[in-house]
């Protein structure tokens, strides 16, 4: 479980009515369906309406709605349900909420006509338009706040009616003005963030005093933004924020008016937008992306994660990869790079969370849908038989499976290192644990040169050169087998196992059922998710190893 301690810019969202014919297979409530991820043609900024039908928004100058009886899969033909003015500029639709009422609030940005500008000069003013009578007339548009605003990911109701808004905005900060006071010593980014308010409906809006703001890690970086608000069951709100800095940072209102002063929460994170989904049971869902560092992929979007937690974001348990870029195996495309983010997820009357996703580069949008209830799992487990499936080795060589070498039509992974200048390593996710076991049976072939495995709580990328110096756990196997004060027997199967202790903070290591060696972990963690292997030849390993089974299984 996590613990909770105390740019890229969306003008548009695409719409998923190309979709409904990939019809994506969902598990009734309690079955652990796995995520599914499709392709999509156009895409929309969905809500889920009171009579139980969804609603999908395209934006653009005109507001054209299609509705869905069936979670999703099939949408209806479009209907026009007002235009905007075109003398306000370029209109780019963000963020849909349904109130209690069964309302609609859309939140639009427009560039004012400022596009083309420098970037002190350019504007993405935010207006709110909302419905009247359940939905079927609309309200003219209304100004929210002027200036250079970032995507808008979250809006809520509060308990009391009013409505939250949080925001991030571009300042005037740079390195030769950076700010008076505390603010000279270092650097808060280009962006704030904040809060704007509604008491009455959206037709007016207040904006909380704070400016929430953190030192960021290197000139020039973005600072805090993207903020995602929730309401907690103790009346709080909640907010989550970006950082460049590894990790969210939290804020937290009695009223949604007054927020206290930024700080660090320990959920591990990329730069990059979470998004928190309040299931009808009242428990929570968070979507983000735990990886670290590599600053040419934004920072780590290569996997989008899950987590679910009952007991409003104290704890947290699954952390499953639920989609992960289409195109990893490749190369990051010259205009731009890998990445599964920026998710604005809807609940469906059937329980299941779905959300288009942006793809990085030229991937597009596509659509994930998964069960929560998949996130509860303890146990994952791989034998090969479907090739190697779940598992991360791009930008490698020597990693593949092949044929088992004792066992007819079975499969193994092999493991080995075949050119000096390619790293070979392999990762692999299975649900969070403070405490669990790994079991990993494996033959070392004659003349094999080493290999390191690795227990982590977060994703990196296969090639990452500092995986040793970020894993919780590094268990180095070397040539010839050597383990500790023993050694794996060349051409035998062993079960290697690692069982791992949060509160003794350690690590036993067990060969064929014998404890061998203990390690210590070498930071706290909120629990473990993801095996690395890494071979450590110098320079090559032709012999290398096989992997006939992986099998993880962990407790809070």
Same mark, same amino acid.
């Given at each position: ?114 596009? #083309? ?124 924020? +970006?950082?460049?800095?590894? +990790? ?114 030229? #991937? ?33 060589? #020597? ?33 969070? #644990? ?123």
């Amino acid at each position: 479980m996590q613990y909770r301690t105390s740019s890229a810019w969306v003008l548009t969202v695409l719409s998923i009515f190309a979709a409904s014919e990939q019809r994506l297979a969902a598990g009734p409530r309690n079955v652990a369906s796995p995520p599914s991820l499709t392709k999509l043609a156009e895409a929309m900024v969905m809500a889920s309406l009171p009579d139980g039908r969804l609603i999908g928004l395209l934006g653009g100058q005109e507001a054209i709605a299609r509705y869905s009886s069936d979670e999703g899969r099939t949408w209806s033909a479009p209907e026009r349900l007002f235009a905007l003015p075109k003398d306000m500029g370029v209109w780019g639709l963000h963020y849909m909420l349904a109130d209690r009422h069964g309302e609609l609030h859309l939140f639009y940005t427009t560039d004012a006509k400022t596009t #083309g500008k420098s970037l002190p000069d350019m504007r993405f003013d935010i207006y709110h338009v909302g419905s009247t009578n359940g939905h079927s007339s609309w309200k003219a548009p209304v100004l929210v706040r002027k200036g250079y605003h970032g995507s808008i990911l979250s809006a809520i109701q509060l308990k009391s009616g009013r409505l939250i808004l949080p925001i991030c905005y571009l300042t005037s900060r740079v390195w030769s003005n950076r700010g008076k006071g505390f603010d000279a010593f270092t650097d808060m980014g280009r962006f704030s963030s904040g809060v704007v308010y509604s008491d009455d409906g959206g037709d007016s809006w207040k904006q909380s005093a704070i400016e929430l703001k953190v030192a960021s890690p290197y000139i020039g970086a973005d600072g805090i933004i993207e903020p995602i608000a929730l309401e907690l069951k103790d009346g709080r709100t909640w907010l989550l924020l +970006r950082t460049q800095l590894g +990790r969210f940072f939290e804020s937290f209102s009695q009223d949604g008016a007054t927020w206290t002063r930024p700080t660090p929460t320990s959920i591990l994170s990329s730069d990059s937008p979470p998004s928190l989904t309040r299931l009808k049971d009242g428990r929570v869902v968070l979507l983000w992306n735990n990886c670290l560092r590599f600053s040419y992929a934004q920072g780590g979007r290569h996997v989008l994660h899950a987590a679910i937690s009952d007991d409003d974001g104290r704890t947290w348990r699954g952390y499953r990869e639920v989609a992960r870029n289409p195109f990893i195996d490749e190369p990051p495309p010259p205009n731009g790079d890998h990445g599964v983010s920026y998710t604005l997820p809807t609940l469906t009357k059937g329980g299941e969370i779905i959300t288009p996703l942006q793809v990085g580069g030229t #991937g597009g949008m596509w659509l994930l849908r998964f069960n929560p209830e998949w996130l509860n799992e303890t146990k994952r487990k791989t034998d090969f038989s479907s090739g190697a499936k779940g598992w991360h080795h791009f930008g490698t060589k #020597g990693v593949e499976v092949v044929s088992h070498p004792e066992k007819a039509g079975a499969k193994v992974l092999q493991l080995r290192k075949p050119e000096a200048d390619w790293p070979s390593a392999a990762v692999w996710n299975f649900p969070n #644990g403070m405490n669990g076991r790994l079991q990993i049976r494996l033959k070392l072939k004659s003349g094999f040169a080493g290999v390191r495995i690795g227990l982590t709580d977060h994703f990196s990328v296969p090639i990452d050169p500092e995986d040793q110096c970020h894993n919780l756990v590094n268990l180095p196997i070397g040539p010839e087998g050597k383990l500790g004060q023993s050694a794996l027997e060349s051409a035998h199967w062993h079960t290697l196992e690692l069982r791992w202790n949060f509160t003794k903070q350690e690590c036993c290591i067990l060969v064929d059922s014998h404890p061998v060696e203990t390690l210590p972990m070498q930071r706290r963690t909120s629990g473990v998710n993801y095996v690395r292997l890494s071979s450590t030849a110098d320079p090559t390993d032709l012999a290398g190893l096989l992997i006939e089974s992986v099998d993880a299984s962990v407790s809070d």
